[in-house]
């Protein structure tokens, strides 16, 4: 009996070790093809960059000068990709958790956020191009980007959203209401609170798909090239990804800009991570705070 259980104990132990070494060498593997894309990206990029590249506009049929206008394009439609996705998603999210009468409506909708988050970038740029460019004539500008690129990141940032309100203890909010708290008090002064770091995860996540995305705007806002800043939200603008795609795909002299082209990648997945530390820093700052 004995020797049985021990038998039984050493195989137990055997699959809990293959488990976790299955588990190390995938997170590994992960990391390594992480590093190296990023490494290779850096020593194919680093000589384009220099303070013109930065700075200057493209001259020579894209063949020299820099990416100002593309930096600029990209963070205005981020930017406002962000303003538009993250109200609606988080106001949509607290009415599915706090409002709404869970029920077949309630999981009717959380079915197609989720089969939104799953659709293909081309159809929302598609949709933007019928809905914002045709349909209400706003034309291909910042503006029908910045809202095809928040419908996009919309069911992120709900899903996330929705997850970081359920974790709020139930108990928060039933204290709340015992002391005669309204319920919106209670959702905007306890709940919103101890769910802000959960909901800025999502919009981190947000934030990277939508300054990376290229069809949606090749749609609605990209220009093949401008070499002028956009003066309001109805101006074309270029933008990294798209700039990246005409480079490789459709440029004159696509061997010359090889440079450029890894260049401009690296700006972009730059740009990406400063956005991303940004948010970062505030989620732990109201962490923090939320400690004191």
């Not at 956020?113 to 293909?120: E, F, S």
């Not at 503006?143 to 709900?158: E, F």
């Not at 401009?264 to 991570?273: D, R």
Request: a positive charge; glycine letters at 10%.
């Amino acid at each position: 009996m004995q020797a049985a259980l021990t038998t039984s104990m050493t195989f137990r132990y055997f699959k809990q070790q293959v488990f976790f070494t299955v588990v190390r060498l995938s997170a590994l593997l992960i990391a390594l093809a992480l590093g190296g894309l990023i490494a290779y990206i850096v020593a194919n990029g680093i000589s384009a960059i220099s303070w013109d590249f930065l700075t200057l506009p493209p001259t020579d049929s894209m063949t020299k000068g820099g990416i100002m206008p593309a930096i600029l394009g990209t963070l205005y439609l981020t930017i406002g990709a962000i303003a538009v996705a993250l109200p609606l998603g988080v106001v949509s999210a607290i009415y599915l958790t706090e409002y709404a009468k869970q029920g077949r409506f309630v999981r009717l909708v959380r079915i197609g956020i989720n089969c939104l988050a799953g659709v293909p970038s081309v159809v929302f740029g598609l949709f933007g191009l019928g809905f914002f460019v045709v349909f209400l004539h706003f034309g291909s500008c910042i503006l029908s980007g910045a809202l095809t690129l928040g419908i996009l990141v919309l069911p992120t940032i709900i899903g996330a959203s929705e997850e970081a309100l359920k974790a709020v203890p139930q108990t928060f909010r039933e204290a709340s209401l015992a002391l005669g708290v309204s319920k919106w008090e209670t959702i905007y002064k306890i709940v919103l609170p101890n769910a802000l770091p959960g909901i800025l995860t999502g919009s981190i996540l947000g934030i990277g798909r939508a300054a990376g995305e290229t069809a949606p705007i090749m749609f609605t806002a990209a220009a093949f090239f401008t070499a002028k800043l956009p003066s309001s939200v109805f101006d074309e603008v270029m933008a990294l990804p798209y700039h990246v795609y005409v480079l490789a795909t459709a440029g004159t002299h696509i061997d010359q800009t090889r440079s450029i082209q890894y260049g401009t990648v690296l700006v972009l997945v730059g740009l990406v991570l400063g956005v991303d530390l940004i948010a970062i820093v505030i989620r732990s700052y109201v962490r923090k705070k939320k400690r004191w």
